[in-house]
């Protein structure tokens, strides 16, 4: 056997000294033969074999492209939901791959071909080393139909992914722990393959879909806050108008709309709802002018390579209480506050980037709204979630203040 090595890397080094230009030539015992183009060899290194104790065929394949090369791929030999086990003792692999960015993610968002390893770069063909990302989830049990266990992280491995002809994705996935581990009965070293059809969902914000018509949101609830700018020229209302069905604390947990409004009012030390009343017309959220009587127009924001959606908003939801890559960003329109009381009235008409409106007419308690310059409603004592199927960038948060509020499911397998 080591003369059969050192025979193939007498063959390999004789082939890279004297052309460039050709290939290396590897014959196996089994008669196949390797073909190793020059360009795509670094280094060779003779190692003993790596024993796998736990190899598994996948059966099921999901995957997300957040846009910005950023990638979430999940295995797993049983049906998922979210990226999430459905069964007690169901093992699912969660990889991070940091891609080249697709020509156009919105006719084709699939990973690259190639290569990934692990490391802590964000550098193409990597997989991002992470605890949250890089793992094993384990199931052991289920509570109020939310998956439990273990989030168990890899050290090491490297995912190699190629394309049949007809489109047939093959992932090939190596790698393993520090250590044995004694929650999937000692296994350290895994082997994962997965062959057949992936379906991307696509959350690359710069291919959101647009609203196709013009709608009226029927608006039931209202969260927000009030707060100033730092040289107390105006106050500013960021309000999230929603027909989300919540829970009992406050968390979306179904289909519906959410109208993201950010409104600038007279400056008041502390919150004075009467401040709010009166016209509104549309102000550009990057530049402005920031001055009372306008609401801020919507855009999506690009920030160290990630996108935040700012300002004024349609925003949508799916049955599950999952934010969908769908907007309406404010271009124009009007917004009008009336306040009697303790109630206030917002009614809308909102245009956005592609000519439709969404218009909205609600009226609801001021005691949904917080005073953020209180010390008591500051932003450390009330955290705002969205309920993504992964752990996202702050593109996913909403900003609006409590009682509404969207979680994530996935970060409650966090033991380890």
């Excluded at 007809?166 to 070293?189: H, I, M, R, W, Y």
Aim: glycine fraction near 10%; proline fraction near 4%.
């Amino acid at each position: 056997m080591k003369k059969n090595l050192l025979l193939a890397a007498m063959l390999l080094a004789s082939t890279i000294g004297f052309a460039q230009s050709r290939s290396a030539l590897i014959l196996l015992k089994a008669g196949e033969v390797k073909e190793i183009e020059y360009s795509q060899l670094d280094s060779i290194t003779f190692t003993d074999p790596v024993t796998y104790d736990f190899e598994q065929e996948a059966a099921y394949a999901t995957s997300i492209f957040y846009g910005s090369r950023q990638y979430v791929l999940r295995f797993s030999d049983k049906p998922m939901n979210a990226g999430l086990p459905t069964e007690v003792g169901q093992m699912v692999l969660r990889v991070y791959p940091i891609a080249p960015n697709p020509v156009n993610s919105a006719v084709n968002c699939n990973l690259a071909a190639g290569r990934y390893e692990a490391n802590k770069s964000f550098e193409d063909y990597s997989l991002y080393l992470g605890d949250s990302w890089f793992c094993v989830l384990l199931c052991t049990g289920f509570e109020d139909g939310v998956p439990q266990g273990y989030q168990i992280p890899m050290s090491h491995g490297a995912l190699n992914v190629s394309y049949a002809a007809d489109g047939t994705a093959s992932f090939d996935f190596k790698g393993g722990f520090a250590e044995p581990v004694e929650l999937l009965g000692n296994v350290q070293n895994i082997h994962i393959t997965y062959n057949g059809t992936v379906e991307y969902d696509n959350q690359d914000p710069k291919a959101y879909k647009m609203l196709s018509d013009d709608m009226n949101i029927e608006v039931n609830g209202m969260g927000g806050r009030y707060e100033t700018d730092y040289y107390g020229t105006y106050g500013m209302y960021t309000l999230a108008l929603f027909n989300t069905p919540i829970d009992e604390d406050g968390y979306v947990v179904g289909a519906g709309e959410v109208v993201n409004l950010s409104l600038l009012t007279e400056y008041t030390q502390h919150m004075d709802i009467s401040k709010i009343a009166g016209e509104y017309e549309i102000a550009d959220v990057i530049n402005g002018p920031y001055e009372p009587g306008k609401f801020l127009s919507g855009t999506l924001y690009e920030y160290y390579g990630m996108m935040f959606p700012m300002g004024t908003n349609l925003s949508f939801y799916d049955e599950n209480g999952y934010q969908v890559n769908k907007y309406g960003f404010a271009t124009g329109g009007t917004v009008n506050v009336s306040v009697e009381g303790n109630k206030i009235t917002f009614v809308g008409d909102i245009e956005t980037e592609n000519g439709k409106h969404f218009t909205f007419n609600y009226t609801g308690s001021a005691d949904a709204i917080s005073d953020y310059t209180l010390t008591e409603s500051a932003p450390a004592s009330k955290k705002i979630y969205t309920k993504l199927t992964e752990v996202k960038t702050p593109a996913g948060k909403l900003n609006v203040g409590a009682p509404f509020m969207t979680k994530n499911t996935e970060l409650r397998l966090i033991k380890k």
